[in-house]
């Protein structure tokens, strides 16, 4: 415990350290708040009432989402589940904690898996897969009320939803109910659709725009893996011969309508799957890839602030 309390300080001396220095070069830095927590976290070990537990402190139930983009037969997280009622009960507490905590150390805060917080998807122990789950209605505007109370009515301004996965109206409706700006991903614009919500004409001013997500192939490995027709579509779209496909991306995002875009540095540099963040539902060998310093050249950061210029985003 020794231990990991002095990484823990290291850590956050380190860390206040270099917001400060994006602060005082005016750059705002966006945290992630997962939706759920591990079972060997501190969180659960101290309030295990908070969580669908057995007397034994094991869970009952496990997180994870029905079969969708990234999985045939969904993703099993494995993280323990909330007991909302239990939350509701002491004001959200823990959750005005969490969050505030969270504030201290972003500007601005992404909500992981948002549609947890209208309905979540619970598996039994000990099931294959996520196909044998439910689903089982969440907090809601309840929670949002309570941290207005716990953090001041201005925490919603800093609050970002990840609206991907499977978004059912209820979830939407909850969106716009909050005031929160949602996501739109291009690489899941391009399935055939006209009245897909990812496309460039169907961006919200309010929104943020992603080339691609951590849990996105980069723009040039998703490119290669594609069929021939969509790549057909991705290259009507552009109107390019898809050479430089990062770039026309980049090009997409920034030219949207979304008051946000938000481009990683993997497409940036336009690398290729070697340097993928994340698979989602495999659950080693991810997070590997770490920028040098070879890739943060002049030349990079003058090519970003003319695309920002070309396109009213300086």
């Excluded at 969708?68 to 005005?96: C, I, M």
């Excluded at 849990?215 to 552009?238: I, K, Q, S, Y």
């Excluded at 997409?252 to 993928?276: I, M």
Aim: proline share 6%.
């Amino acid at each position: 415990m020794e231990r990991i309390r002095f990484e823990q300080f290291l850590f956050y001396s380190q860390w206040e350290r270099l917001k400060a220095h994006a602060s005082a070069k005016g750059v705002r830095v966006i945290g992630d708040l997962p939706i759920f927590v591990p079972e060997d976290s501190a969180d659960v070990w101290v309030h295990p009432e908070l969580f669908k537990l057995d007397p034994d402190g094991v869970p009952t139930v496990v997180a994870g989402v029905p079969p969708d983009y990234f999985s045939a037969t969904g993703q099993l997280w494995g993280n323990p589940v909330y007991r909302w009622e239990a939350h509701a009960k002491d004001g959200f507490a823990w959750w005005a904690a969490r969050v505030g905590a969270s504030l201290a150390l972003f500007d601005d805060l992404r909500l992981d898996h948002f549609r947890g917080f209208a309905a979540h998807w619970e598996v039994p122990v000990g099931a294959p897969d996520a196909t044998h789950g439910r689903w089982e209605r969440g907090p809601g505007a309840d929670l949002f009320a309570a941290l207005d109370r716990a953090l001041g009515e201005d925490v919603r301004a800093r609050l970002i939803a990840e609206d991907l996965g499977l978004i059912t109206e209820d979830v939407t409706a909850l969106r716009r109910e909050l005031g929160l700006p949602g996501m739109a991903v291009l690489q899941f614009a391009f399935d055939g659709g006209p009245d897909n919500l990812h496309l460039p004409a169907h961006h919200e001013q309010g929104q943020v725009v992603y080339t691609g997500t951590h849990d996105n192939d980069t723009a040039v490995g998703w490119f290669r893996g594609l069929d021939p027709e969509t790549r057909a579509r991705v290259l009507a779209l552009t109107g390019t011969d898809g050479s430089a496909i990062h770039r026309d991306l980049m090009a997409l995002a920034y030219g949207s309508v979304a008051a946000t875009a938000l481009v990683p540095l993997q497409d940036v540099l336009g690398l290729g799957p070697e340097a993928r963040m994340n698979h989602p539902g495999r659950p080693h060998g991810n997070w590997c890839w770490r920028a040098q310093g070879v890739h943060l050249a002049d030349a990079v950061a003058e090519g970003l602030l003319r695309d920002a210029r070309r396109h009213g985003r300086a």
